[in-house]
């Protein structure tokens, strides 16, 4: 499955590490299949292509669509809109209806309010579900990056745990558990 994960980087502009997504959907990547993800936050579809790969239902948030073209849905159902919005959030909790949500992935905003904001909707969306976290590691180079807050902030009372290459600029992918997993 870690050859999904490199094709969805190569192939489908998936813009996270091609390793620690390997390692991903190793982990949990038979959790997805006829399952429903989540994806707040998306650029070019390469992780909307991964999870169709793995067998899942794709429902997207996004703020947009690239205006250049280089968005690419691969099935899934897309909402455009900023996720802090109530209006956004209701147009999702409408398009679920009663149906549980497998997985969140959480790329949106990477400032510490939004990311907040996004992980704290994540958990309600997914309440026995995973919760997925991209870049939380602090990383020098990218100080607009303050997703790292919001996961420590998230996650310390959780079950959760961590994937992330070894070294400075590993963006590395946060999972959180279901509570009495």
């Known amino acids: 499955m870690a050859t999904a994960a490199q094709d969805a980087v190569g192939r489908y502009g998936a813009n996270q590490d091609d390793w620690e997504l390997g390692r991903l959907v190793d982990l949990i990547g038979g959790e997805l299949d006829g399952g429903l993800v989540v994806e707040i936050g998306c650029d070019q579809g390469g992780t909307l292509w991964l999870w169709r790969e793995l067998g899942a239902q794709v429902l997207a948030v996004t703020l947009h669509t690239r205006p250049d073209g ?16 109530q209006d956004v959030q209701d147009r999702v909790h409408a398009e ?3 149906r549980r949500v497998t997985m969140v992935f959480v790329d949106g905003g990477h ?3 939004t990311a907040c904001s996004d992980i704290r909707w994540a958990l309600r969306l997914a309440p026995d579900g995973l919760v997925v976290v991209h870049d939380i590691n602090r990383r020098i180079r990218f100080p607009e990056i303050e997703t790292y807050m919001a996961w420590t902030e998230y996650a310390d009372d959780r079950p959760h745990m961590t994937i992330a290459r070894r070294g400075e600029g590993s963006p ?3 999972i959180i558990f279901p509570r009495g997993l």
Not at 70 to 85: K, L
């Open 70 to 85: 280089q968005f690419r849905p691969h099935g899934a159902t897309v909402i455009e809109g900023d996720s802090r919005d």
């Open 96 to 98: 679920l209806g009663r």
């Open 111 to 113: 400032d510490y309010m």
């Open 172 to 174: 590395g992918v946060g």
